[in-house]
């Protein structure tokens, strides 16, 4: 083969690799192109407030709080009056709440979050208070008008994380009851604290 030839060979072979090479990236483009706009719209679609959130509306505002809280079992609750606000953040993703009163003569102030998983189906919430040091987390699902809660807190007097149940029950848009339980002296599943929230006039 004369070298003008093979200098021209090596010119076409070289056009039609960068041909290829173009072919097989905008193949590879397009490929990747719908597996984005999924992940997009996936993303979207858990970021965006739904029926989930509307379901905790009546829960927004401030309300009279009135409590009870059993230290001993065996022994009539203490009794207090408190109040709480909630506002929606981050574009009524979540409730935010903050609670002041009293707790066994002591002013007491509490802080939470509320919300609700679009990719788990599942309600949540945090607490953190001046009664302690720990951060409390609690996941639920809402059966009629109440929403069942499952978590674990650091409880003082067993030295440990212990597991405890709520119920939030929103009776209507001005009413709603707060119970919760967990392991008493013996162990035993008994009633810890009964809160009842009005809404403010």
Do not use: C
């Amino acid at each position: 083969m004369k070298l003008r030839n093979v200098a021209q060979y090596l010119v076409v072979a070289g056009a039609l690799g960068l041909a290829v090479t173009a072919t097989a990236a905008d193949d590879k483009k397009q490929a990747a192109a719908p597996a984005d706009a999924k992940a997009m719209e996936a993303m979207e679609k858990a970021a965006a407030p739904g029926e989930g959130h509307k379901k905790l509306e009546p829960l927004a505002g401030k309300f009279a709080v009135k409590s009870k809280m059993w230290m001993d079992p065996s022994k009539p609750p203490e009794e207090s009056t408190g109040s709480t606000e909630r506002k929606w953040i981050m574009g009524n993703r979540y409730l935010q709440e903050e609670y002041k009163g009293t707790m066994m003569g002591q002013a007491f102030t509490g802080m939470g979050i509320q919300g609700y998983d679009n990719v788990m189906k599942r309600y949540f919430g945090s607490w953190i208070d001046s009664g302690s040091t720990s951060m409390s987390m609690s996941t639920g699902t809402l059966a009629g008008n109440t929403i069942k809660y499952k978590g674990k807190m650091s409880d003082p007097m067993a030295g440990k994380e212990v597991p405890y149940t709520m119920s939030l029950k929103i009776a209507d848009n001005d009413h709603h009851t707060l119970e919760m339980w967990g392991p008493g002296p013996d162990g035993k599943n008994v009633k810890w604290m009964e809160l009842q929230y009005t809404r403010a006039k």
